[in-house]
């Protein structure tokens, strides 16, 4: 409630990591962060639509296949205090030991990768399960997240985001043991109907050589006894026409064409059901590129556009913790 | 049309009407018991009007409800006054029913529904803009949901400040910030009714507006 005004910030993903570092003082980025935050609105009202040719070179389809296709829950995280990439075999020892502590069977768990350097970092116990198989996984990540990195002094590192396929129970004790060695804090990312649009329009947007997937819309009417859900699916090509129709500027994505391009599906529904669906909420998104739950649960589709989806949700997690 | 004025009737003796306008019947239902329960003890009696279908041009809704609510107490310190509560899906109202003058009008945006959003845009067409001088108020509901909001509430916030009125956030939903609130309002529709002496509409108006920051002029 107090962030009312004014100028516009620029997007953070249009700057480079490693063009931002300039020679402050901590207590003078953190004075200065904290003037900006006064001054910023809570959400840009532009976005860069994330480009498929500067990403492509950077993401390796083979090392990412994994990430592809599955259910990922997402956490917003604090920075961690004092964590070293030198020291992961050492934290892998740590956590094995606290998970055997906390549980008797064995488990394979794989630890911390992150974009910027790409550590994957691999923790076998000693168990029944010689072949490996994968029953959790986690990982943390940070993709453009200038606006947080620039505010916390270098004992901390920012990974804010993180996603976690498998076991509830695993999360648990692993987010437990993470907390407890690096004082931060999880938090469960629940995304809101606003920001689903938001990512309805990015994905549509994006170009695709084939779709593998409908464009589909999940909605929630909060009615007494038990609440009503209403699907809605669209040719994914149609729904990139639609887009197509109501984009102007290019490179960007603006709020009013979200907000007009949610607008003409509403309308159309309504033209043939009478039903208002914008009073209803909107609780999953599913496109060629990903599909969002409100809950929190995503899924990616497409290698391509990797870094550009986690680049919103990198967003989202960082407004989350601030 | 029927554009709604402040001042095309003659004010009612010792009473105050205030308006709300909003999608969401069971809330402003609530709201309105709240302010009226304000008063200890006040029996109600409510009386509905349905608009015939013939008075709407526009569109596809449903026409709006209008319960009438008349306290019979009055507030124990002060002369008897009556308050009138009307409830309105939309506006413009129906110009066949006998209402009083309308002192206070609230438009109630649910921050979880976009439909709220555009039906309280197109109503405000409705209303003279001598109302926006200090006669009319926004009341965003539902920010207390964060994971349930469709609307950001910067445009809400924007369209408080293009009508140069005062926004207020209330979860309606919850009991207790709810009758806070209902008490607010009422003492917002007594100023505006002209019951409390010296202080006016237009005055409580600017007082509202200082202060917020300067910065929302650039908005």
């Given at each position: 409630m107090d962030s009312y005004s004014a100028p516009e910030s620029t997007p953070s993903a249009s700057s480079r990591p490693e063009d931002y570092f300039i020679g402050a003082t901590p207590l003078q980025k953190r004075l200065e962060s904290v003037r900006k935050q006064s001054s910023f609105i809570l959400t840009p009202p532009r976005r860069k639509i994330p480009q498929c040719s500067q990403l492509q070179e950077d993401v390796d389809p083979q090392k990412v296949a994994f990430l592809l296709h599955k259910q990922w829950t997402l956490y917003s995280l604090t920075p961690l205090y004092k964590?070293?990439?030198?020291n992961l075999k050492e934290y892998s020892r740590l956590l094995n030991a606290f998970i055997v502590a906390e549980k008797q069977k064995g488990l394979a768990v794989e630890v911390g990768e992150d974009f910027n350097i790409k550590i994957v970092s691999k923790s076998q116990l000693p168990s029944e399960n010689r072949e490996g198989k994968v029953l959790w996984t986690g990982w943390f990540c940070c993709v453009f997240g200038d606006s947080l990195l620039e505010t916390v002094s270098e004992d901390f590192t920012c990974l804010p985001l993180f996603l976690a396929n498998g076991a509830e129970s695993n999360t648990a004790i692993i987010g437990t043991w993470f907390q407890k060695t690096f004082d931060c804090y999880f938090s469960p990312l629940a995304i809101n109907a606003f920001n689903l649009s938001w990512m309805a329009a990015m994905w549509t947007a994006c170009k695709m050589?084939?779709?593998?997937?409908t464009t589909e819309f999940l909605w929630s009417v909060p009615c007494s006894p038990q609440s009503l859900d209403i699907s809605f699916a669209i040719h994914p090509e149609d729904a990139k026409a639609l887009w197509d129709s109501v984009h102007?500027?290019?490179?960007e994505v603006t709020q009013e064409e979200v907000d007009l391009f949610m607008d003409c599906l509403y309308s159309h529904f309504h033209r043939h059901?009478?039903?208002?669906?914008?009073?209803?909420?909107?609780v999953r998104v599913s496109t060629s590129v990903a599909s969002a739950h409100t809950d929190g649960k995503i899924k990616i589709l497409?290698?391509?556009?990797l870094i550009g989806v986690l680049a919103y949700l990198t967003e989202l997690a960082i407004f989350q913790i601030e | 049309m029927s554009v709604l004025r402040p001042l095309d009737k003659l004010p009612g003796l010792n009473t105050a009407t205030i308006l709300l306008v909003g999608t969401e019947d069971a809330l402003l239902q609530q709201l309105a018991d709240s302010m009226l329960k304000e008063d200890c003890a006040s029996e109600l009696k409510v009386a509905r009007f349905w608009q015939r279908e013939s008075d709407r041009s526009n569109l596809n809704r449903t026409g709006p409800v209008l319960p009438l609510c008349w306290p019979k107490e009055s507030w124990p310190q002060e002369p008897r006054v009556a308050r009138m509560s009307h409830l309105a899906k939309s506006l413009p109202l129906p110009s066949s029913v006998n209402r009083p003058r309308i002192d206070l009008i609230v438009f109630v945006v649910n921050l979880h529904s976009k439909y709220s959003l555009q039906n309280t845009e197109e109503s405000?067409?409705?209303?003279?803009?001598?109302?926006?001088l200090g006669k009319v108020c926004f009341l965003a509901t539902g920010a207390g949901r964060e994971s349930h909001c469709s609307i950001h509430r910067h445009t809400v916030v924007k369209l408080a400040h293009t009508y140069q009125s005062p926004l207020l956030y209330c979860d309606l939903e919850v009991e207790g910030f709810r009758a806070t609130m209902a008490q607010r309002l009422v003492r917002v529709l007594q100023i505006c009714a002209g019951h409390v002496p010296g202080v006016s509409a237009l005055n409580l108006l600017s007082l509202l507006r200082s202060s917020e920051g300067p910065s929302l002029e650039d908005l």
């Open positions: 964590f070293s990439y030198s050589d084939h779709y593998v997937a102007k500027t290019p490179g059901f009478k039903i208002h669906l914008s009073a209803t909420r909107l497409c290698h391509k556009y | 405000l067409r409705h209303v003279d803009a001598s109302f926006f």
